[in-house]
C-alpha cells in the first residue's frame, strides 16, 4: 500500500516559518491535499491539488510538490496556526484516498 | 452555506452495530460524493470509503469492506454509516466529509464520537 510519512514534530517561533514536509513514493505524480485540525475540531482543507488555497484561507499558506516530498509552508507563523497538518493523496493503484501520518505544529 | 450535521455520540458493546448520519444542506446533495473518516483518540486519520448520492456507487477502504455500509436517503440530503460486529479498536470520532473521488474533501461534518466498550 502507498505509504505518506510526516514528522510528528514542527516547532517553530512566532512570525518565523513552519515547513511541513509529506514523504512518499513519486508523489510529485500525485495531487496532494493538506487539512488543518485544530485541538477537538474537524479538519479543515487548506491546501488543495499541490498549491491550490480554498477560499479564506491566508495567503500565508502555500504548497508545492516535485519528486518524492510534497511541502506545506506557513508563513508568518501565529499563535493560532497551533494545529495537526495531514498530507492526502488519491491512490490510483487501489482507488483509494490515503493520509500522512500528521504533523503537530508548535508555536514556541 | 454548506453545512454536514452529523449524529450525536453513540456507546456500543464489542459485537453490536452503530449507524452514524450525516445530513446535509446549503448545496444539491446529488451533485458530490460524501467520505467517510474516523480518527482513533491520539491517532491519525483514516479513510473508510465514498458513496455517490447520485448513482449509489461506493468504494469502500480494504481493511474495512467486509464490515461497513454506506447508504443515503436522497428525500433528506443524508448519509449514512453503519459498522458492524464492533470491536474496542472502532472506539474513534467518525467524520463526514464532501468530496468528489479523487478530489479533496471541502466540508466536514463535526463528528461523532463511537466508544466500543463491555
Known amino acids: 500500500s502507498y505509504v505518506l510519512t510526516q514528522p510528528p514534530s514542527v516547532p517553530v517561533a512566532p512570525g518565523k516559518t513552519a515547513i511541513f514536509t509529506c514523504g512518499g513514493d513519486?508523489?510529485?505524480?500525485?495531487?496532494v491535499h493538506w487539512y488543518q485540525q485544530r485541538p477537538g475540531q474537524a479538519p479543515a482543507l487548506v491546501i488543495s491539488?499541490?498549491?491550490d488555497r480554498p477560499s479564506g484561507i491566508p495567503e500565508r499558506f502555500s504548497g508545492s510538490n516535485s519528486g518524492n516530498t510534497a511541502t506545506l509552508t506557513i508563513s508568518r507563523v501565529e499563535a493560532g496556526d497551533e494545529a495537526d497538518y495531514y498530507c492526502q493523496v488519491w491512490n490510483s493503484g487501489t482507488d483509494h484516498y490515503v493520509f500522512g501520518t500528521g504533523s503537530k505544529l508548535t508555536v514556541l | 452555506q454548506v453545512q454536514l450535521v452529523q449524529s450525536g455520540p453513540e456507546v456500543k458493546k464489542p459485537g453490536a452495530s452503530v449507524k452514524v448520519s450525516c445530513t446535509t444542506s446549503g448545496y444539491s446533495f446529488t451533485t458530490s460524493g460524501i467520505n467517510w473518516v474516523r480518527q482513533a483518540p491520539g491517532q491519525g486519520l483514516e479513510w473508510m470509503g465514498w458513496?455517490?448520492?447520485?448513482?449509489?456507487?461506493?468504494n469502500y477502504a480494504q481493511k474495512l469492506q467486509a464490515r461497513v455500509t454506506l447508504t443515503t436517503d436522497t428525500s433528506t440530503s443524508t448519509a449514512f454509516l453503519e459498522l458492524r460486529s464492533l470491536r474496542s479498536d472502532d472506539t474513534a470520532v467518525y467524520y463526514c466529509?464532501?468530496?468528489?473521488?479523487?478530489?479533496?474533501?471541502?466540508?466536514w461534518g463535526q463528528g461523532t464520537l463511537v466508544t466500543v466498550s463491555s
Open positions: 491539488h499541490d498549491s
Open positions: 458513496i455517490s448520492p447520485y448513482t449509489g456507487n461506493t
Open positions: 513519486n508523489i510529485g505524480r500525485r495531487g
Open positions: 466529509a464532501r468530496g468528489e473521488l479523487p478530489d479533496p474533501f471541502d466540508f
